[in-house]
């Protein structure tokens, strides 16, 4: 049998069997990109996904102390006020996804913990992780342990596979039974839309718009029932957000969560823009500008650091929050979490904003999703 043969009736059949069983094995899950995710994710790292192989195995976040206690939260700690409620959401956060250990619910727990005995009190987190379960433990612990429930803020999401009405409220419902909470402090529409990717909402013949108003509408009556304290979105442009601005006798936008980086093109600049003017919240993510434009940062920014005697990523996170933006690096190393709370202690002077709000005409070009095409 030829090498010719050999593909064509072996090779190729045994792949598409693989992919058809591994599409069926995604398929079976309520969020079927989230456990995507969590396949992938490790997979790129060369790292055992502990979906498959077990939680706990995992190298990364050692464990925590049984006799470490809080520490002091951090000096000149740093808020924005949310509209609507008041409440004042920490301007620095710890996010809970995207990278290897994020997806071992031992390195989960643990993360959560450090985070808020070391003194940090946002954790970042949503449904699509996956890890809702473990965060939650670690929240519970650093209760027990001593920190206050109403210090810590909380922040969970809805993918818009689950947008409707009854499903928004279910969703929600499930997300404090795994966080093991009795509130969430905000809760954020995660995309404007989920593409091709279907909600028990479209599948009634609804648009992606009626879809998004029927969610809303649920979590702010939820959030008339204090299970959720604000409302919010994320990876919305201006247009989702009039949109959701246009209804009545509903929670007002409290946060926009986007990627935001010097890099950003202009219709992002214009979406932040507008919700600075309108009183919305911004969170930042990816605020170094990704991996793409790693490399350009800590060319250009070498002089800073060693000028102000801060890393660039502390000297990045501190951009951002002086640009207006809550921050929410993802790391499960309790160092880098001191680091990035010690970015409270840095002040860039007007010089150094500008520096830094200058690489972009240095940049080649950048990667950035733009969902400004979401209908």
């Not at 006020?81 to 727990?109: F, H, I, K």
């Not at 919305?236 to 890099?263: C, D, G, R, T, Y």
Request: with cysteine.
């Amino acid at each position: 049998m030829g090498i010719k043969s050999i593909l064509l009736w072996r090779i190729l059949p045994t792949i598409t069997l693989l992919v058809a069983a591994f599409l069926g094995y995604l398929a079976q899950h309520e969020l079927p990109l989230g456990l995507f995710f969590t396949l992938i994710i490790p997979l790129s790292k060369g790292v055992p996904p502990p979906q498959i192989f077990g939680h706990g195995k995992m190298k990364g976040t050692p464990e925590v102390p049984d006799d470490f206690t809080p520490q002091p939260r951090p000096k000149n700690e740093l808020f924005v006020t949310l509209p609507g409620s008041g409440d004042l959401m920490p301007q620095n956060g710890v996010g809970m996804c995207c990278r290897p250990t994020a997806y071992d619910d031992e390195l989960v727990y643990r993360s959560t913990l450090w985070y808020l005995l070391l003194g940090g009190r946002h954790i970042d987190g949503a449904q699509l992780y996956l890890n809702s379960k473990a965060v939650g433990r670690g929240i519970r612990e650093a209760i027990r342990r001593g920190i206050k429930r109403e210090e810590i803020f909380v922040t969970s999401k809805i993918f818009p596979t689950h947008f409707g009405y009854e499903t928004a409220i279910n969703a929600v419902q499930k997300e404090l039974d795994d966080l093991g909470l009795d509130y969430i402090d905000l809760f954020l529409l995660h995309f404007p839309s989920s593409g091709p990717l279907r909600s028990p909402c479209s599948k009634e013949g609804k648009g992606p718009s009626e879809c998004r108003k029927e969610t809303w509408q649920a979590l702010s009556e939820l959030r008339n029932k204090g299970l959720i304290r604000n409302v919010g979105v994320s990876n919305f442009v201006v247009k989702h957000i009039q949109e959701l601005e246009a209804m009545s006798n509903v929670a007002p936008v409290a946060n926009n969560q986007i990627s935001f980086h010097p890099f950003v093109p202009e219709e992002t600049m214009e979406t932040v823009e507008y919700c600075q003017k309108r009183n919305i919240t911004v969170t930042a993510y990816t605020p170094l500008g990704g991996m793409y434009q790693r490399d350009l940062v800590y060319e250009k920014l070498a002089g800073l650091s060693s000028k102000i005697g801060k890393s660039v990523s502390q000297i990045m996170l501190r951009w951002a929050i002086q640009s207006g933006c809550v921050v929410i690096p993802g790391t499960g190393n309790p160092k880098h979490m001191s680091e990035n709370l010690d970015v409270y202690e840095i002040e860039l002077s007007d010089d150094d904003m500008k520096q830094i709000n200058q690489l972009k005409y240095d940049a080649k070009g950048f990667m950035n999703m733009d969902t400004s095409k979401f209908e």
